[in-house]
């Protein structure tokens, strides 16, 4: 049970654990985070803030100066073009630059013909509208961006910056960078783990959240590994140090994001696909009709028509209506590539603790002998876990609060270590702990079925709790990680919405994940798997052609996260690394909004589509046809392709009233809906 005691005298690991004599440690690292900021760097990040915020401010107003024409007539010159060029003047120069450095036509061509074809037909204010949306997507990709590196940061952090070093019989604090392979650490109650290694010395709970995901704490001893980042709930550990720095489970959580983070930036937007063929075509056929007829006004009239405005309106409007839906009920989505990839995902990975469960110890079952009541077992517990700060323990003394029951303080206590507690109350010795509680009671009836009842519970995945008094088994009780109410009805909804792979990940061991799954309805689940396992896991589906969702709250989801094509965390109870890592932020503590974001996202995109081949590209290759006739002149081909921009606005209006937040059914029966 929860051995960890809170003194320090810890064994003697031996002469094979001495570590070699620290020298030149007395450097304080924490110094060099406090330099001075590079002045260049200073200036790249006050040229980015500019162009993301301050721009298209400037642009935005510049289009509302021209709105009525007063400011125009008091300058005498039309305001909206000056939005026009300074925006214009950005966009065309990093086109030339992706032009010319990756040899890519992207969408920002299509903006740039776009911008030039509406300031030759004197369309100053459709041009500035452009470029101020072109901008303002570029500066929400540029902060998600930012966000990004915030996780890496935070990430980092997690591991402490020094570290408690024996030196001579002594332990000497150290800057956690000086730490070598056998050296041997120690870990003080409340502190968190430097390095990956073993234990040669000590007890401790652990939680290892962090790193492995498992929902409760785990007793350590001589002997059993540990991982750097973790945390002791209760009590001391000598650890003798197999992995240090770059090495660490945790330095390898923060390469896998910063890689996968890199790697999905490499992505492409329908824009940019579109834009690699539907950019030459208009041009070449501009160009043949020049040729043909002779006809300058033929060609302008085409490339006005083939104008993409609607092209360049038809992803962010729809983009940012979803986005706006999302938020107002509670959703947060991180850019138009996640609404994109969200729409044609088709797996999905779910985290089991804190996302299908509560992530939290709870008694799920309390059992009685002796002709006790159940009541009288969980007073008895209750009163001897009361001086105890193990997360059990507080579990068993809320359960006993919810049940009306106030614990009696106990004249002594002890921590019994790799067992429980033991105190004496009104002169009766009480017991609470695991199955080694039983060694002492003499065999017989009571005792091969409590010795029953805490095997079939363990196989459940529980841990599992007796009760003694007086060397008499009173009763046991089973404490687990509960199932949220609307997690079977959210899986059902996840499979009815189209999901081809349903998979639910844990740390916790193959009983725990395999009574999960059942009780869930889970077809595939993967159990005792690290950080860097889930990842691969994700990894392995997207290399079989899958496109992957991910959903988690912990910083051991946070490689899976990112290295998903979609990432979803859990709002209120995720940590603030998984909602940085992840494109899709829940801002509420409950999975009845996951299904209404995909089917959302899958509306965004099927309008994306529609607004690309419907009203970017058919309406334009009609006009294209009638103004290569001389049918249309440019004045008359700008009022078709603005016809075209205005469908698009509206058809992505439908998508603001989209509802996200639908009741699904608990495994009650019950409807649970996300206020």
């Known amino acids: 049970m929860h051995e960890g005691d809170h003194s320090y005298p810890l064994s ?121 949306m072109m901008l303002t997507g570029e500066a929400l990709e540029n902060r998600t961006l930012r966000r990004t590196r915030m996780a890496i940061q935070r990430l980092m952090h997690l591991a402490p910056r020094t570290a408690l070093v024996k030196v001579d019989e002594e332990f000497q604090e150290v800057p956690v960078e000086a730490v070598r392979i056998g050296d041997i650490v120690l870990v003080k109650p409340g502190a968190r783990v430097p390095v990956d290694g073993k234990v040669v010395g000590g007890l401790a709970s652990l939680n290892q959240a962090s790193i492995t995901g498992e929902s409760m704490p785990v007793d350590k001893s001589e002997g059993d590994p540990v991982f750097a980042g973790t945390t002791s709930l209760s ?74 405005c609607a092209l360049v309106l038809a992803t962010p409007t729809a983009v940012v209506a979803a986005i706006g839906s999302a938020a107002r009920q509670g959703v947060l989505v991180k850019g138009g590539m996640t609404i994109e990839e969200a729409g044609r995902a088709n797996a999905i990975v ?46 068993i003394s809320a359960h006993a609060a919810l049940g009306g029951l106030t614990p009696l303080p106990p004249d002594s206590f002890e921590q019994v270590p790799g067992m429980g507690v033991k105190v004496i109350q009104d002169g009766r010795t009480i017991v609470v702990g695991n199955r080694r509680a039983l060694a002492g009671v003499p065999s017989g009836g009571t005792v091969s079925m409590a010795e029953e009842w805490l095997q079939s519970r ?69 159990a005792e798997i690290l950080p860097a396992g889930k990842a691969a896991v994700v990894t392995e589906l997207k290399e079989r052609g899958f496109r992957v969702a991910m959903i988690g709250d912990g910083v051991n989801d946070a490689p899976a996260l990112a290295t998903a094509d979609v990432g979803i965390a859990m709002g209120v109870a995720g940590t603030d690394i998984a909602i940085e890592a992840a494109d899709i932020a829940l801002m ?49 081909s700008a009022v078709i392709h603005n016809f075209a921009s205005v469908m698009v606005v509206g058809n992505s209006a439908r998508l603001i009233s989209f509802p996200i937040l639908r009741s699904v059914s608990s495994r009650s029966g019950q409807e649970v809906k996300c206020d």
């Open 588 to 636: 509420s503590d409950s999975l009845a909004g996951v299904p209404g974001v995909f089917r959302l996202s899958r509306a965004a995109y099927g309008i994306i589509q529609q607004n690309l081949y419907i009203f970017a590209l058919l309406i334009n290759m009609i006009g294209m046809y009638f103004a290569g006739r001389g049918q249309l002149t440019p004045i008359a």
């Open 458 to 526: 363990e196989e459940k995945g529980y841990t599992s709790l007796v009760v003694l008094r007086d060397g008499e088994v009173l009763g046991c009780l089973a404490v687990g990680d509960s199932i949220r109410e609307e997690a079977p009805g959210f899986i059902r909804a996840l499979k009815r919405i189209g999901f081809r792979q349903v998979i639910m990940l844990t740390g916790d061991n193959a009983r725990a994940a395999r009574t999960v799954a059942a009780r869930l309805g889970v077809d595939d689940f993967r």
């Open 12 to 132: 003697d690991p031996g002469p094979r654990h001495q570590p070699r004599r620290l020298q030149a440690h007395h450097h304080d690292h924490r110094h060099e985070a406090c330099r001075k900021t590079d002045p260049r760097k200073a200036l790249s990040f006050l040229a980015t803030d500019v162009r993301d915020y301050v721009l298209p401010g400037v642009i935005l107003l510049a289009v509302l100066a021209s709105w009525q024409g007063v400011v125009d007539r008091l300058v005498r010159i039309d305001v909206a073009l000056l939005g026009a060029a300074l925006g214009g003047l950005i966009i065309i120069k990093d086109t030339v630059i992706v032009i010319w450095q990756k040899r890519r036509i992207t969408s920002g061509v299509l903006v740039s013909v776009a911008l030039i074809a509406t300031v030759v037909v004197e369309d100053f204010r459709a041009a500035a509208v452009v470029a101020l």
């Open 350 to 395: 779910v985290d089991k603790t804190g996302t299908l469960t509560l992530g939290q110890p709870r008694v799920e079952e309390v059992a009685h002998f002796q002709g006790a009541s159940d009541r009288e077992v969980l007073l008895a517990a209750a009163s001897a876990e009361s001086r105890s700060e193990h997360p059990i323990a507080r579990a």
């Open 235 to 308: 009590g001391a550990l000598e650890v003798y140090a197999e992995k240090v720095g770059e090495s660490t489970s945790l330095a390898q959580i923060v390469r896998i994001v910063r890689q996968a983070q890199e790697n999905k930036g490499k992505g492409q937007k329908v824009a940019d696909r579109f834009a690699g063929w539907f950019t030459p075509t208009v041009l070449t056929i501009a160009a043949a009709v020049w040729g043909v007829t002779g006809d300058v006004i033929r060609s302008v009239s085409i490339l006005v028509v083939a104008c993409p």
